[in-house]
């Protein structure tokens, strides 16, 4: 198979990016020729949009807010560009709670704020994991394992918390959903928790839980849910391919020698890029074939990050693989 | 983030000072006895029970000023005296060197291993004073409770907090700059070579599965790292092999430290008018390193001098 992608012009960010998993979220907004990126550094997010002929660039940053209570500022665990039929959100998890902004960055259109305790207790407080779902959801994870669920609007701050999913005991570290575009897949949603347990979800008014697949004690810290099946990143470097309704064990693969930190899917080709503490970055080829319900995982390219430090890895918008193979 | 970061921080960071320390003491021939007392102090001091209750309770991190005080405080803790260069740079070897082993760590629950590998040492530099060792084996043992039953998820959450707290740190050990784990950027070097973290498996394969569960097929990928199997796991217990040795002295007695006497070297000795007993600590002196820049000699009188200078 030829190469399908190539190094583009590096865009330099405002500040480095932190040991956070999935630090890395994009928005093409092909209308406007501009691409959106951002990181998260410690307390705030670096937002850089990016025009396609590589001569304009501009950044923001948004901070966390701080809550109530007057304490040390708030870190924030992620930030994700949740793409919905109406509108694009901007969503940002920190310790204090949940904020979303218009996807430009730059009006804040609702803050959620999360049970923090006064005095600290011995399980630290976050919300991590965004996905946006179907038409209306945008579903946000939280270190209790509990999964939020927010109905949003066509447009306007009206956002409401519109349920609470319970199934996992430990924090959240991901969640995904259905990301082909095929209305047909049964599942769609998968929320990750630092046990592993990966829980499959079908949206509606009341959400509804298809499936769970334990995860043997090793945090799974990224997954992306594709045709019907789950990619997921673990500690131990591997990654699980699972059929999400059924929970049936697909493919194992023995990919990074240490903690992946994000798993991503370019939906139209079934190129999947890993990147891990080990700081490669790997690119696999899948290809699901329906009939007769198999999968195949090919090694596609490796690519080694000599930059060290390299959470910088998520800086390494190799997701322009993903761009680029919209085709 | 985590909650549970301040104590291992601490006693990491504590446990690199007592290592620079101590050799600095042994490298100017400082008598055994008065170099003894400094470090039981200091150690005295760093495993207070009043201090370690509070540093124990879940909190967040302390913002760098303050747990710069700390240490700070911790160094003056017994009669030797440090300028303020000479705090800075002892400060930024300690953190460097605990940041290296944050990332090198194989897995983050490897963060426990480093740990009880300062706490070794630390319980070796007291063997000989019963109740000072009682107090560090005591905080031992709070740690093996704590953080024991901790989940490697957990463990990745403290590492996280680290990282972001040591996150743009960039100062350049000549120590790691001559074992070639440091680039001249400041950036460590994380091997693509050796053993993988224990409970990870060397990479290469791919296995498919039928959907009834058996295994279809295997493809052996070249992954071009150069990764070999999983050493033991170390011990978490009270005593017993770490198997990992990040955390471990490096500045121990079987590896040279370069000394550097520069020409005129203008930090030199300054002898304090207190008392004899003090003279020879007053002389605390030494220079790691290739390049010595000398430093202003603006430290007053009875101010000693622990110059210890680093490629900067």
Not at chain 1, 293 to 318: A, R
Not at chain 2, 95 to 118: E, G, W
Not at chain 2, 275 to 291: D, S, T, V, Y
């Amino acid at each position: 198979m030829a190469k399908m992608y190539h190094k583009e012009k590096s865009i330099q960010i405002k500040s480095s990016a932190s040991a956070l998993y999935n630090n890395l979220s994009v928005l093409r907004i092909a209308p406007r020729c501009l691409t959106y990126f951002t990181a998260v550094h410690a307390n705030v997010v670096n937002m850089v949009s990016a025009s396609w002929d590589g001569l304009n660039y501009s950044h923001r940053q948004l901070q966390a807010k701080e809550g109530n209570v007057a304490t040390s500022s708030s870190l924030i665990m992620q930030a994700a560009w949740c793409v919905l039929p109406p509108r694009d959100l901007l969503v940002l998890t920190s310790q204090k709670g949940i904020q979303m902004y218009e996807s430009d960055g730059s009006i804040m259109v609702y803050w959620h704020a999360l049970d923090t305790p006064e005095t600290p207790t011995a399980k630290a407080v976050f919300a991590r994991g965004i996905a946006a779902v179907r038409e209306k959801y945008i579903c946000v994870g939280v270190s209790s394992g509990s999964v939020l669920v927010f109905d949003i609007p066509c447009k306007g701050s009206n956002i409401t918390l519109s349920e609470v999913l319970e199934e996992h005991k430990e924090a959240i570290t991901d969640m995904a959903s259905e990301c082909s575009g095929s209305s047909e897949c049964i599942a769609d949603l998968v929320s990750a928790d630092d046990s592993g347990l990966l829980c499959v979800w079908k949206a509606g008014e009341d959400f509804q839980l298809l499936n769970k697949i334990p995860g043997f004690d090793t945090s799974c810290s990224s997954v992306k849910l594709w045709k019907g099946t789950v990619i997921a990143g673990y500690g131990t470097g591997q990654i699980r391919l699972y059929e999400a309704v059924t929970a049936i064990l697909h493919a194992e693969v023995n990919a990074h020698a240490r903690w992946i930190y994000s798993v991503d899917i370019a939906p139209f080709t079934g190129l999947l890029l890993s990147a891990a503490e080990d700081s490669w970055v790997r690119v696999w080829h899948l290809s699901l074939t329906p009939e007769t319900n198999s999968v195949e995982v090919m090694p596609f390219t490796h690519i080694l990050y000599m930059s060290i430090e390299s959470w910088g890895l998520q800086n390494i918008l190799f997701i322009k693989t993903h761009c680029n193979n919209q085709k | 983030m985590s909650t549970r970061t301040l104590p291992l921080l601490f006693i990491n960071l504590g446990g690199e000072m007592l290592y620079i320390l101590d050799q600095r003491l042994r490298a100017q021939n400082i008598p055994a006895d008065k170099a003894k007392k400094v470090m039981n102090d200091i150690i005295t001091t760093m495993f207070n029970k009043k201090f370690l209750e509070e540093l124990f309770k879940p909190q967040e991190l302390y913002s760098k000023k303050a747990l710069r005080t700390v240490f700070d405080r911790l160094a003056h803790a017994s009669i030797m005296r440090l300028n303020q260069a000479s705090m800075d740079k002892l400060y930024d070897l300690m953190t460097m060197a605990f940041k290296y082993q944050v990332l090198l760590c194989p897995r983050p629950k490897d963060i426990l291993l480093v740990s009880f590998n300062h706490m070794d040492a630390i319980r070796d530099f007291v063997k000989d004073t019963p109740s000072i060792l009682g107090q560090v084996e005591e905080t031992n043992k709070q740690l093996i409770e704590i953080y024991s039953l901790l989940s490697g998820g957990e463990f990745q959450l403290i590492r996280q907090t680290l990282l972001i707290f040591f996150q743009d740190m960039h100062i350049r050990v000549s120590i790691f700059l001559k074992d070639k784990v440091q680039n001249s950027n400041g950036r460590f070097v994380l091997p693509t070579s050796g053993p993988v973290p224990y409970g990870t498996q060397t990479p290469g394969l791919v296995r498919i599965y039928s959907c009834s569960g058996e295994e279809l097929r295997k493809t052996l990928f070249r992954d071009n790292g150069n990764y070999c199997a999983a050493l033991r796991e170390g011990s978490f217990e009270m005593y017993g092999d770490r198997v990992i040795k990040l955390g471990t002295n490096m500045y121990s007695v079987s590896r040279p430290v370069e000394t550097h006497m520069s020409g005129t070297s203008k930090n030199s000795l300054q002898h304090t008018k207190d008392k004899q007993a003090n003279a020879e600590l007053a002389k605390i002196m030494g220079e790691f390193g290739e390049e010595v820049e000398p430093s202003p000699s603006s430290s007053s009188k009875g101010d000693d001098l622990l110059a210890m200078m680093d490629g900067l």
